[in-house]
């Protein structure tokens, strides 16, 4: 019988530019195909530390199997370790579409200025946007413009923090450090609320959430309050937390 092929794990050469190399890395994806089985083949627990997902992630190189989009996310981060000019954050979708509640999550890129995607999905607008987006709304708004064509309505979005570039480190990602309720929200306030957070993210003055508490989701768009909702952590120390 004739063994599958298994595809190349792409390498970066110097010659490469970071948006071909991120299509390099998309495009491998893309041949390990979306698992339409219904059988997860690589357990994902979001809470491991970064080196335990990065082991996982060795594995689905070596295996070779079709994967969904959480393994996507956890993939595309360690394909793109060691590019400390790429920065990666996960973005999650929660939308809402015939009676039923769907989750979606890719993995942001923030790179010279600009921002992408890389992801899998069923649908070939829901996974990888090019390098190309000025500001984190647009990328956002992009998605959810994709979602419309399917009929699905975002009801949350959730985006967490950069993803630290050392393999071995027992963080685990920070998957939602802003979580927005953006089906009761204007488009102008997910706007200033995406580009304050992402503007916070570039100067890395945020901590993850989960270092205050674990078991609180913070979230934004319950309310119209003005209030910054982190602050440096010695000015959060200062002030009572009323969420």
Known sequence: C??????????????MSIPE???AIQNYMKMLQYNHTGTQFFEIRKTRPLSGLMETAKEMTRESLPIKCLEAVILGIYLTNGQPSVERFPISFKTHFSGNYFHHVVLGIYCNGRYGSLG??????????PLTYRTLSDLIFEFED????YLHSVKKVKIGLYVPHEPHS???IEWKQLVLNVSKMMRTEVRKEL????????M????????????????????????????SPQR????RDKS
Do not use: T
């Open 21 to 23: 190399w991120l299509q």
């Open 2 to 15: 004739v063994q599958p092929s298994v595809p190349p794990v792409p390498n970066y050469k110097l010659s």
């Open 195 to 202: 580009e304050k957070f992402a503007r916070d993210m570039r």
């Open 204 to 231: 890395k003055i945020l901590k993850p959430s989960s270092a205050h508490s674990p078991m609180k989701e913070r979230s934004r768009g319950k309310s119209l309050s003005p209030r910054r909702r982190q602050a």
């Open 120 to 129: 899998m999905s069923r649908r070939s607008d829901l996974m990888d946007k």
């Open 146 to 149: 994709s979602y419309k064509k």
């Open 236 to 239: 959060r120390v200062c002030r």
């Open 170 to 172: 027992f963080q685990p």
